[in-house]
Each structure stands twice: as C-alpha cells, then as structure tokens.
C-alpha cells in the first residue's frame, strides 16, 4: 500500500511539474511573438532609434537577479528544514519582487516624462511595444508574488516537511522564469533599436 502511494505522489509531483514547465515554453512563445513583432516593426518610417531605456529599469535589472539568488537559497533552506532562513529568504524575495514592480512603474513615468506615451496623438510604435511587453511581465510578475505569498503561508503553517516541497520547488521554477524573462526582454531593448 505505502509503495502505491509513493508511486503515486511521484506521478502528481512529475505531472505538476510538466504543467509549469508546459506553460513556461508557451509564454517562452508568446514573448518571442512580441520580440520577434518588434523587429519587423522596425522597419517603420516612424520607428524611434533614439529611445533610451529608463534608469529605473537598470536598477530593476539588479533587483530581480539579487531575487533570483534569495528565491533559490529559500528553496534550499526550506528543503533542510532551516524554516528561520527560509522564511526570511522567502520575505526577501517577495520585497525584491514589489521593488521590481514599483521600479517598472518608475521607468513608465520616466518614458511619461521624456514625452513618449502607450496611446494618443504623442505615442510611437515603439514606445507602444515597450509599455506592451513590459505590462504583460509584470501581469507574469504579479502570478509569480502571489505564489510566493502562497508558499510563504504554506511554509508558515509547516506544510514543506519531510521532503515535500513540490510547491515552492515550482514557485522557484516559475519565479527564476520570470527573471530570466526579464533578462531577455532588457538586453533586446538594449540592443535592438
């Protein structure tokens, strides 16, 4: 009986994390859409070769990879079961991830401030790309908080014990996804305009 149930929870666990990561390459695909749109967008007469990323997004660049180092000493903190430093890796990278938000949202009104817009008369198709892309990560940044704040809760309640920590081994997974996204999406605004 007990060999049935371990097999079992081996096929939820590895069911689990075919979901993820059949998500990830399917966001993976739409993101490359929109990179790949924008190159082709490029050729436009009113394409903006100018455009200088904001400041804040450098700074935000820094804040999600420290986020990636904390997420990933959480997940093996947690798996030792040192619950003191994996809660407050867990509280670190959630912080890092709000900073990240309102880091983004700074970029925007410094693009706002620089005269550039998403829509109206004052918009271009470039900065309509840009304010695009970067919404649709941090709609995969919000996703990404929220299961952090459900493994913080879970891990409150004592629920990563003898070696079941599928839920914070796939919000790491999800998390390190998003950062890398960000990575991605940074350097090709950097380096195609």
Do not use: C
């Not at 990636?68 to 890092?96: C, D, P, W």
């Amino acid at each position: 009986m007990e060999y049935t149930e371990k097999t079992q929870e081996t096929k939820i666990r590895r069911a689990k994390k075919m979901m993820l990561w059949f998500g990830i390459v399917s966001l993976s695909m739409s993101f490359a859409g929109l990179t790949s749109a924008y190159v082709v967008s490029k050729e436009r007469p009113d394409w903006l070769t100018d455009f200088e990323i904001p400041q804040a997004f450098y700074i935000s660049l820094a804040a999600i990879l420290i986020s990636s180092i904390t997420i990933h000493f959480a997940k093996k903190m947690v798996q030792k079961e040192q619950n003191r430093n994996g809660m407050l890796l867990l509280v670190a990278t959630f912080i890092l991830g709000v900073v990240f938000v309102l880091l983004q949202f700074l970029g925007f009104s410094q693009i706002i401030e620089n005269g550039y817009y998403f829509t109206g008369s004052e918009s271009t198709i470039t900065t309509s790309f840009i304010y695009l892309v970067v919404i649709m990560h941090l709609a995969h940044i919000a996703v990404g908080l929220i299961s952090i704040l459900v493994v913080i809760y879970n891990h409150y309640k004592l629920k990563y014990v003898n070696g079941k920590t599928l839920g914070i081994e796939l919000a790491a997974t999800f998390w390190h996804f998003i950062d890398f996204l960000w990575i991605y999406l940074f350097l090709f605004f950097y380096f195609v305009r």
